[in-house]
């Protein structure tokens, strides 16, 4: 269970998540783009909360993070050893393996929201 019994917001959020799933399959034909916009600002709110109350990730943010510090971190190291093209390789490659260590962790322990995709597909129409 993503939401915690616990949490007061969390609470609010229930009503909330019934009117959402009850209005899902008629989202996409609902002409009116604000109130497509409504719906996942909603979402939004409710996954800023997860996120940070509730120490949630997306999928993938470990290794979105990784690549761009390592890739700064190892530009810097190829400028000091005078091959700004290892160093770079070097810098992502950690990151890249470090980021999705904690990316897999983060998944085995249940704290991914999958939510971005939902998003786009929902404003593109």
Aim: charged share 20%; net charge positive; aromatic share 4%.
């Amino acid at each position: 269970m993503i939401f915690s019994s616990y949490c007061g917001e969390c609470q609010m959020f229930q009503p909330e998540i019934t009117r959402l799933a009850e209005g899902l399959g008629n989202l996409i034909q609902i002409p009116n783009k604000e109130e497509r916009k409504s719906y996942l600002r909603t979402i939004n709110s409710m996954v800023k909360h997860l996120q940070k109350q509730h120490k949630l990730v997306s999928k993938g943010q470990y290794v979105g993070i990784g690549l761009a510090i390592g890739a700064g971190i190892g530009t810097a190291l190829g400028a000091a050893l005078d091959n700004t093209g290892v160093g770079t390789a070097m810098g992502i490659g950690i990151a890249l393996a470090i980021g999705r260590y904690l990316d897999d962790k983060a998944k085995k322990e249940g704290k991914v929201i999958q939510h971005n995709m939902l998003s786009l597909e929902i404003l593109r129409r």
